[in-house]
């Protein structure tokens, strides 16, 4: 299935999955009413990261496009340094995100396949812009935390209108074939393209941003697991190296969170008052 017609499909689940909490708390709907720049965000960071990484895989080889791709958790770590009230970023926290993407990278060079052609640059640029979009999305979220969670289902839905205007636009429709694609389908916009984005949301308004930016790199193991447990794949000693450095790589993370500063703020926030 192209991946514009399958994101305005799997979108266009996920959104009406957040509208039909809805039936049961009708003031869910009120979340709609943001400001413009709200909006824009949120368009801005469904929307554009999934169409700068479709255009990424159409102009680049998947695994260099996808391994570029992966910065988006070090720059998460990173770009939360600008965020104002939060506790100052530690070493613990680079050097945990640093280990997660020497993870990442063993991950995918020992598939024997990846190398970078100057011919695919316009591919890498568009992985490496979409990283920070995603980045820029999550962090930049936490700056309006005030907004519902609930408003991701309207993002969900605008992204899957402008995926179908570009589906028309580029690709030839495509439909899935019996009952289990069928399945599959549903099972993407309920899962990764639905409850994701918004226990997404959540964890970036409410939790660690810093240890959610490193736990993240173990996406692509996660998903390389499951291959090898279903038979798609093979384990490898790289498969293995992968876990340990990106294991590794949270519990230092994890470390750097629980530990007080020494300025005397909390990891969860900025100083307290003492006479308070």
């Given at each position: 299935?192209?991946?514009?017609?399958l994101?305005?499909?799997?979108f266009?689940?996920?959104?009406?999955?957040?509208?039909?909490?809805w039936?049961l708390r009708?003031?869910?709907?009120?979340?709609?009413?943001?400001?413009?720049?709200v909006?824009?965000l949120?368009?801005?960071?469904l929307?554009?990261?999934?169409?700068?990484?479709?255009?990424?895989?159409?102009?680049?080889?998947?695994?260099?496009?996808?391994?570029?791709?992966?910065?988006?958790p070090?720059?998460?770590?990173?770009?939360?340094?600008?965020?104002?009230?939060?506790?100052?970023?530690?070493?613990?926290?680079?050097?945990?995100?640093?280990?997660g993407?020497?993870?990442?990278?063993?991950l995918?060079?020992?598939?024997?396949?990846?190398?970078?052609?100057?011919?695919?640059?316009?591919?890498?640029?568009?992985?490496f812009?979409c990283a920070?979009?995603?980045?820029?999305?999550s962090?930049?979220?936490?700056?309006?935390?005030?907004?519902p969670?609930d408003?991701?289902?309207?993002?969900?839905?605008?992204?899957?209108?402008l995926?179908?205007?570009?589906?028309?636009?580029?690709?030839?429709?495509?439909?899935?074939?019996?009952?289990?694609?069928?399945?599959?389908?549903?099972?993407?916009?309920?899962g990764?393209?639905?409850?994701?984005?918004?226990l997404?949301?959540?964890g970036?308004?409410?939790?660690?941003?810093?240890?959610l930016?490193?736990?993240?790199?173990?996406?692509?193991?996660?998903?390389?697991?499951?291959?090898v447990?279903?038979?798609?794949?093979?384990?490898?000693?790289a498969?293995?190296?992968?876990?340990?450095?990106i294991v590794?790589?949270?519990?230092?993370?994890?470390?750097?969170?629980?530990?007080?500063a020494?300025?005397?703020a909390?990891?969860?926030?900025?100083?307290?008052?003492?006479?308070?």
């Open positions: 299935m192209p991946p514009f017609q994101a305005a499909m799997t266009a689940i996920g959104g009406l999955l957040g509208c039909a909490s039936i009708p003031s869910g709907l009120a979340a709609l009413r943001q400001p413009v720049a909006w824009a949120g368009i801005g960071g929307f554009g990261y999934h169409a700068l990484y479709f255009t990424a895989l159409r102009l680049a080889p998947p695994a260099e496009a996808g391994l570029l791709n992966y910065l988006w070090l720059l998460i770590v990173l770009l939360s340094a600008t965020l104002p009230g939060e506790a100052g970023l530690r070493r613990g926290h680079v050097i945990g995100a640093l280990l993407l020497s993870g990442v990278v063993a995918f060079a020992g598939r024997g396949d990846l190398h970078f052609a100057a011919g695919a640059l316009p591919g890498y640029a568009a992985s812009a920070f979009v995603w980045a820029g999305y962090v930049l979220s936490r700056r309006v935390g005030a907004v969670t408003a991701v289902a309207g993002f969900c839905l605008a992204t899957a209108v995926s179908l205007l570009c589906h028309l636009a580029f690709e030839r429709t495509v439909w899935p074939e019996g009952a289990t694609q069928w399945i599959a389908l549903v099972a993407l916009g309920l990764p393209v639905g409850a994701a984005f918004y997404w949301d959540i970036m308004k409410r939790g660690d941003i810093r240890l930016g490193v736990s993240s790199y173990a996406a692509p193991v996660l998903s390389t697991l499951i291959l447990a279903t038979g798609f794949a093979a384990a490898t000693p498969l293995g190296l992968a876990c340990l450095l590794a790589g949270a519990v230092v993370a994890a470390r750097a969170a629980l530990t007080p020494a300025s005397g909390s990891p969860a926030g900025p100083p307290r008052n003492p006479r308070r």
